[in-house]
């Protein structure tokens, strides 16, 4: 599976963005999805992950309220829309896709990632 994210990009603090992660290679329909984030001079850290049907969600608290992760299996595509953006919320944003239906937090339960987008919150 290749998986290509984008929609990253300079917003102002309180504004939206909506990342996009496109699959191919092969359907991750039955594939838990998560975001990662990695801001400068940081480790990568958990954002929102997903199951394979989209009904079991789960959030970093720092997030949580103002992330929503949703997939369209049809479109191979998972999204995290990002509402009410801080500063601390610049970072390159990483999609991945586990090899099991329920993925968690930790980034060794996954095994395909995307190649990152940045976004940038100015304040």
């Known amino acids: 599976v290749q998986l290509q994210a984008f929609g990253g990009g300079l917003v102002q603090a309180g504004g939206s963005l909506r990342l996009s992660c496109a699959a191919s290679?092969?359907?991750?329909?039955?594939?838990?999805v998560g975001w990662f984030r990695q801001a400068p001079g940081k480790e990568r850290e958990f954002v929102a992950a997903l199951n394979w049907s989209g009904d079991i969600t789960y959030y970093a608290d720092s997030v949580k309220g103002r992330f929503t992760i949703s997939r369209d299996n049809a479109k191979n595509t998972v999204y995290l829309r990002m509402n009410n953006l801080k500063p601390e919320d610049t970072a390159v944003y990483y999609c991945?896709?586990?090899?099991?239906?329920?993925?968690?937090?930790?980034?060794?339960?996954?095994?395909?990632w995307g190649q990152g987008t940045l976004v940038t919150v100015s304040s």
């Open positions: 991945a896709a586990a090899p099991t239906a329920y993925s968690g937090g930790y980034p060794l339960d996954y095994n395909y």
């Open positions: 290679g092969r359907t991750f329909s039955s594939s838990g």
